[in-house]
């Protein structure tokens, strides 16, 4: 346990540090600990921090911290560690919904909130869609939801295909940019909509923690411990869909962060959830915002989209996962 | 404690179980016997809460089964699986204190719980092996945590399929031995158990089981006989009664041969050699 507690401590002052850092690199410089200095006196610098750095370290965190927890969530609700918020088709809903939007509907309507709203929309309405499909008298075979969430993201999939091949030149850019994920645009008022929905749903799935333990030892033995596994699943998928349904309209899609964070913590304390989760939090807004850093330092003037840095980290990952996973299966 | 009136599970149109009736009381020790196939799991399962009958009635502490929710129920009886896999890093101490999750009432593990759950662990001498990762141990190991974890959620009821599986003989002993004692305190325990000797050792009542069809009811000793065995088995068996009255049931080949040879011990055990000069004679 205290090996746990010194974990989350270690991640938690290793938050603001990444946070302070992130936010002095850049083509303006400011050294970390001048920051506060600088915040309270109205310093050179205080502009540039306020209005372009801080909106934007910050929304990577918090989009960091719960594609972590999703991940961290679903990977125990399919007591599988390959899991991601990829699979049940949050994420493609999401990219559908902004795709639509973008191509045949256009920035007139509803401003600059029209792709989020969108994306939002899709994929909340695309994992409803697949829990509906995965649902056979009244209960939701795991197995079922993870095919139901295949089949619908190649069909989410398809049409994001279609619409990239009706789109413009200039929508295309736009759809690109919006698919391949980052924080170019992030604001406060990004952050103002994306904190409240992404915090509501974090408490959601924080309290599912114990349950969450419980399920580990398979759906039946859950059952006879007391937990009401229909509940718990609805509320895990609930919670996953609003988190990273306001991830994916804050910053576009993301992936992998889901996948690695859990798995590098479960390797570093453990699998309880109790520790996991907020483990999962921390190491995951850490992970994005250092992500993003190296996105828009590394090419300078230019940036790349963070979602192809954290592609190409956690591609390699995923693959030794695998094999480690082969190897468990054929020697284990 | 349980009641069962012409309790029925059928999956599409075949019966798993049928016909049970059985009356079972506190404080007693029921042993569920019967081939592979025979329903034991399953009626243990409907018994648990888990499945509900298709057809007849099971009655709970006096209530019907159906209006007991899930928590209630976890507080009440607990329920050993036969096959049990865990695909994370959990320590076995993690998993025994979900055992503690029913009693809970979504708030957190007090000092008390973490003292129930020691003191589960010492029980079944799982307490030295707390720390590791349940994944790593073995079989056995594995077996007295998940037992451990069940004596944890301190239920009236203790439903365990199979729960001398994967283990030697003298945990086999000792966790009947448990099972026993938990009985005597005025719990009742109902377990399926393949092994006849280990469970005509301990077993107050043995339910005996063959295609989902109760077959007899009664003490190890009036239900043990060859010819019922067999006809259940469809295998001939033997039954001795030890002078301290123990029963040994053991089924009959009906083309055995008496191996002889020297008794090979220790340092002069070294077959392999023996065995590939005779395959190459041979080959």
Request: one cysteine or more; glycine letters at 12%.
């Amino acid at each position: 346990m205290p090996n746990r507690a010194k974990i989350l401590l270690i991640f938690g002052s290793l938050l603001p540090i990444s946070l302070c850092v992130a936010a002095g690199i850049g083509a303006y410089q400011i050294l970390p600990w001048r920051i506060p200095g600088i915040l309270l006196f109205h310093k050179d610098g205080f502009e540039v921090l306020i209005y372009v750095r801080f909106p934007r370290v910050l929304l990577s965190a918090i989009v960091g911290s719960v594609l972590a927890i999703s991940g961290a969530t679903l990977q125990g609700i399919f007591r599988n560690p390959l899991a991601d918020p990829g699979l049940i088709g949050v994420t493609a809903g999401a990219g559908l919904g902004a795709a639509i939007w973008i191509v045949l509907i256009g920035s007139g309507f509803l401003g600059i909130w029209g792709v989020p709203v969108a994306a939002f929309a899709g994929g909340v309405l695309v994992t409803i869609g697949v829990w509906k499909i995965a649902q056979t008298q009244g209960q939701v075979l795991t197995v079922t939801l993870l095919l139901a969430g295949i089949a619908l993201n190649s069909f989410a999939g398809a049409g994001i295909g279609l619409m990239t091949f009706l789109a413009d030149e200039e929508q295309l850019r736009s759809l690109t940019f919006w698919l391949l994920g980052g924080f170019g645009g992030a604001t406060w008022r990004a952050v103002a909509v994306t904190l409240p929905v992404a915090t509501v749903g974090s408490v959601v799935l924080f309290r599912l923690a114990r349950a969450l333990n419980a399920m580990s030892l398979g759906e039946s033995e859950a059952y006879h411990l007391g937990v009401s596994t229909e509940s718990l699943k609805r509320w895990a998928v609930f919670g996953v869909a609003l988190t990273v349904g306001a991830a994916v309209s804050a910053a576009g899609g993301i992936g992998f962060v889901g996948l690695v964070v859990p798995h590098l913590l479960r390797l570093m304390g453990g699998a309880d959830h109790r520790y996991l989760l907020p483990g999962s939090a921390l190491g995951g807004a850490i992970l994005l915002v250092l992500a993003d850093l190296f996105a828009r330092t590394v090419a300078v003037p230019a940036e790349l989209p963070v979602g192809v840095v954290t592609a190409l980290l956690g591609g390699p990952f995923f693959l030794w996962l695998l094999m480690r996973f082969k190897k468990e299966v054929v020697y284990g | 404690m349980v009641e069962l009136e012409g309790v029925g599970y059928r999956i599409g149109n075949k019966w798993l179980v049928r016909n049970i009736d059985l009356k079972i009381e506190a404080g007693q020790f029921w042993i569920f016997v019967g081939p592979n196939g025979a329903g034991k799991s399953t009626l243990l399962r409907l018994i648990s809460g888990e499945l509900s009958p298709t057809s007849g009635q099971i009655r709970f502490l006096g209530e019907s089964i159906s209006d007991h929710s899930p928590e209630e129920l976890a507080r009440k009886r607990a329920y050993l699986q036969q096959k049990r896999d865990v695909n994370f890093p959990f320590r076995a101490s993690e998993i025994v204190l979900l055992g503690r999750h029913p009693h809970l009432n979504g708030g957190k593990e007090s000092p008390t719980d973490l003292a129930i759950t020691w003191e589960a662990m010492k029980q079944v001498q799982a307490d030295m092996f707390a720390e590791r990762l349940y994944p790593t141990l073995s079989g056995g190991e594995a077996s007295r945590v998940d037992l451990a974890r069940i004596l944890a959620q301190e239920p009236r009821l203790f439903l365990l399929d199979e729960p001398t599986n994967h283990l030697d003989p003298r945990y086999q002993v000792q966790i009947l031995r448990l099972c026993s004692s938990i009985a005597q305190s005025g719990r009742t325990v109902i377990a399926a158990i393949h092994d006849l000797n280990i469970a005509s050792m301990y077993a107050e009542q043995v339910l005996m089981l063959r295609e989902g069809n109760p077959i007899a009811v009664g003490t190890p000793t009036l239900i043990f006989t060859p010819q019922r065995l067999e006809a259940v088995y469809d295998v001939p068996f033997e039954v001795v009664q030890l002078s301290s009255g123990q029963l040994v049931v053991v089924p009959l080949s009906s083309d055995f041969v008496p191996r002889t040879g020297g008794l090979r011990s220790g340092s002069t055990l070294s077959p392999s050699k023996h065995s590939s000069s005779r395959t190459t004679a041979a080959g």
